[in-house]
């Protein structure tokens, strides 16, 4: 009696939805304007902050060599950053409306793959890179503070960068990653249907 109470109950639960090919074309759509903007918006971000860094140290003349070394590591940082990010662009900018479901899902595939380079091996160059860069910019203007502020102000750029690498990183990572799972699966589930069509 029970379980026929149970299957009961299981079989007057509505059915998970499929995705239609609309919802599909529009989600990856979506993703793909995100991703652009995103791409763009940070390189210029990042551009101008290689530009002002530079710009900031011949400006102030600084008297320690370890100021222009970090000035360089920052602006290395960034460099690598920036041109390691620009490969997902022509990927990003391909147009993909006249794609079958394996050139799309082999698309998705390469998008995942870049992404996944440059969230792992590029991103701890930049960080060691940039933490290297800032330490050593920051040692001649703290030199000349008391050591409490000096030690304050290394405390909280150590904590920003912290909070950057083990709260934020993870969580944009996770983010978009599972955008492009949710676009891999849904794409699989279509092929599935179109290649089983009972």
């Given at each position: 009696m029970n379980n026929d109470l149970n299957l009961k109950k299981l079989w007057q639960q509505p059915s998970?939805?499929?995705?239609?090919?609309?919802?599909?074309?529009?989600?990856?759509?979506?993703?793909?304007?995100?991703?652009?903007?995103?791409l763009?918006?940070?390189?210029?971000?990042?551009?101008?902050?290689?530009?002002f860094i530079?710009?900031?140290?011949?400006?102030?003349?600084?008297?320690?060599w370890t100021t222009r070394i970090g000035a360089i590591c920052i602006v290395l940082a960034i460099a690598?950053?920036?041109?390691?990010?620009?490969?997902?662009?022509?990927?990003?900018?391909?147009?993909n409306n006249?794609?079958?479901?394996k050139t799309y899902l082999i698309w998705l595939q390469k998008i995942a793959h870049q992404k996944n380079r440059l969230q792992h091996q590029v991103i701890s160059w930049y960080f060691v890179l940039l933490s290297i860069g800032i330490?050593?910019?920051?040692?001649?203007?703290?030199?000349?503070?008391?050591?409490?502020?000096?030690?304050?102000?290394?405390?909280l750029t150590t904590l920003w960068i912290t909070f950057n690498w083990w709260y934020l990183r993870p969580r944009i990572i996770q983010k978009q990653?599972?955008?492009?799972?949710i676009l891999q699966t849904q794409l699989q589930t279509l092929?599935?249907?179109w290649d089983d069509p009972t």
């Open positions: 998970p939805i499929q995705p239609t090919l609309a919802t599909f074309l529009s989600r990856a759509r979506q993703f793909k304007r995100q991703q652009t903007t995103q763009v918006t940070s390189s210029i971000l990042l551009l101008a902050t290689a530009i530079p710009w900031l140290t011949w400006f102030y003349h600084p008297q320690f690598i950053f920036i041109t390691a990010q620009s490969k997902l662009l022509p990927l990003l900018l391909q147009d006249h794609f079958d479901n330490a050593l910019y920051l040692y001649e203007y703290t030199s000349k503070m008391p050591p409490v502020w000096a030690w304050i102000s290394y405390g990653q599972m955008a492009l799972q092929q599935t249907q």
